[in-house]
């Protein structure tokens, strides 16, 4: 079990460019969540997949973010045309949805820095 | 939908002192309960966690028990260490399909 990774684990961008994050759960976790946490803040829920459906979608996720989990394993997470706003680190999670006590287990982070 | 406060930080502790960090929920139902802790520039990491009220989690010298008649779930430690220092986050997740929700954390800083 080699935890959840992401990647990568900073990046710096231009305003306006796009950016892809990269998630991969812990093996046969069928649950993957997304947060976003800013400095001094708790993370804050963005949305989730059990397998490859996205199930839920906070309403911070505005239009220009989107994910995917296209085989129900890895998941993506692209902001479109990126705003100084979206300074934030970015918290990958998974679990397996077997019934109450479930653990999320969370990755070290993608941090993005938009200048 | 679930939710959470915890005390409000930072806690600035000796070495050695004994610490309290105070979390109380709400949620439908008897969620299971967590801590976790953020050390300086990383994820969050699993502390510990109950599924059942009266239950008591324990991990690292850390405990907190599950208090349903209160809706508690306070983090005790009888002695930090300076290692100790990091955000701890509370938070309550129910058997459904609500994912975790996080308070802003306290921030424990413990100096020698």
């Known amino acids: 079990d080699t935890g959840v990774s992401q990647d990568p684990r900073h990046k710096i961008t231009k305003r306006g460019q796009n950016v892809t994050f990269r998630c991969d759960p812990i093996?046969?976790?069928?649950?993957l969540y997304w947060y976003r946490q800013t400095l001094g803040q708790g993370p804050e829920f963005l949305t989730y997949f059990q397998n490859e459906a996205q199930l839920e979608k906070s309403r911070l996720l505005s239009d220009r973010f989107s994910a995917e989990r296209p085989k129900g394993s890895f998941s993506t997470l692209e902001i479109q045309r990126t705003e100084q706003g979206d300074s934030a680190m970015y918290l990958c999670?998974?679990?397996?949805?077997?019934?109450?006590?479930?653990?999320?287990?969370f990755g070290e982070g993608s941090w993005l820095t938009v200048v | 939908g679930n939710s959470v406060t915890q005390m409000e930080g930072p806690v600035t502790l000796s070495e050695e002192a004994f610490l309290t960090i105070n979390c109380t929920y709400t949620?439908?139902?008897?969620?299971?309960l967590f801590w976790y802790v953020q050390y300086p520039g990383e994820g969050l990491q699993l502390l510990l966690k109950a599924t059942k009220a009266d239950d008591k989690g324990s991990n690292k010298g850390f405990e907190a028990t599950y208090r349903k008649e209160t809706t508690s779930f306070h983090l005790e430690k009888g002695s930090v260490q300076v290692s100790d220092s990091a955000v701890y986050f509370c938070a309550p997740l129910h058997s459904g399909n609500t994912p975790l929700v996080f308070g802003k954390g306290t921030r424990l800083s413990v100096i020698a």
């Open positions: 093996s046969e976790h069928n649950r």
């Open positions: 949620a439908t139902g008897y969620p299971s």
């Open positions: 999670a998974s679990s397996l949805e077997s019934g109450a006590g479930n653990t999320i287990y």
